[in-house]
Every structure is written in structure tokens, then in C-alpha cells.
């Protein structure tokens, strides 16, 4: 990596530990199963059970496989990109744009997923994706939100600090 120790900032140094993490190898390891197991399912067994299924319920298979496609492909970009920091291909500040930040995901009703007689295995694929997804919006948020920049302060808290400012205490 090319940058000195002494001029990294807050951000850097927390991405810095977590890619050094065994933290950060199991989630690797963990999406990218995900991610092949997927594609398995999704090329072999799924594709066979798709070919017998209702029109409705096709499409709702489709729109759901392409869903979690694209899911599985954002956390797998996730992924790659702080490895490619751990291998020291990119530096924190390139990693922190946010064309690599993490998107929302899009959800769909646990309810739906039951009641369009999808495969179960791939109501499976999805919650674990979701799962996946959430615990890597946590850790992007974490790792590239700055310290500095905290959210609007309520209640108490606000007029504590109204008061501190207030009478030059802060």
C-alpha cells in the first residue's frame, strides 16, 4: 500500500484492521460460497424446476433469480474490492468512493417469497443472501462513515450540547 502509517486517517485505519481480520476472510469465504452455490443452483436444478412450473409462477422465479443475482454480485464487488486493498491494489481512499459502497437492497415480502410457489431452496438463497447483505451494510457503513460527521442529536442530548455551546463550554 502507499501510504505511511503516520498519514492514515480514522477511516483507513478501520478498514485497514478489518481487511487483516479473520473477521473479514470468514465473510469473504462466506459470500463467495454464496455466490457459487447460487449459480449452481440457479444453472442446474433450479433451471429444470423453473421449465415445470405455473406462468405466474415462473415469473416470479425469474424476477426473484435475477434479484438475487444481482444481490449476490453487489456483496461479491464488496468483497472483492477490499480484498484487492488487502492485496494492496487499491488504497482506503480509492475503496471509500462510493461507487463501491454497498447498495440498498431491494426486498421483497417474506410473505411473497412463501406464497409464489418458489422452490424452497431458493427461498433459502434468498433469506441467506439478505442475511449476508445486512451484515455487510452494517460493516460498509461502519468501516467508510465518517466519525466526524455525526447523525442530528435529539432530546437531551441536543439541548446538553445547546447549553455547552451556549455558555462556551464545548
Known sequence: MDQSSTQCSPTAERVEAFIQS????????????????T???LD????E???SM???????????????????MQIASWLLVLRAMREGDMTAAEA????????QRETVPGHRLENDDLPDMLVA????????????????????TSEEQPGPQTGAA??????????GAQ
Open 22 to 37: 479473520a473477521l473479514f476472510s470468514k465473510t469473504f469465504k462466506e459470500g463467495m460460497a454464496l455466490v457459487e452455490e
Open 39 to 41: 449459480a449452481n443452483y
Open 44 to 47: 442446474g436444478d433450479g433451471r
Open 49 to 51: 424446476l423453473s421449465k
Open 54 to 72: 405455473g406462468r405466474s409462477a415462473a415469473l416470479a422465479y425469474a424476477g426473484c433469480s435475477m434479484r438475487l443475482t444481482t444481490q449476490l
Open 96 to 103: 471509500s468512493d462510493p461507487k463501491y459502497r454497498l447498495h
Open 125 to 144: 438463497l434468498i433469506k441467506r443472501a439478505d442475511r449476508l447483505h445486512d451484515r455487510i451494510a452494517r460493516l460498509d457503513t461502519g468501516l467508510f
Open 158 to 167: 441536543a439541548q446538553q450540547q445547546a447549553l455547552l455551546r451556549a455558555f
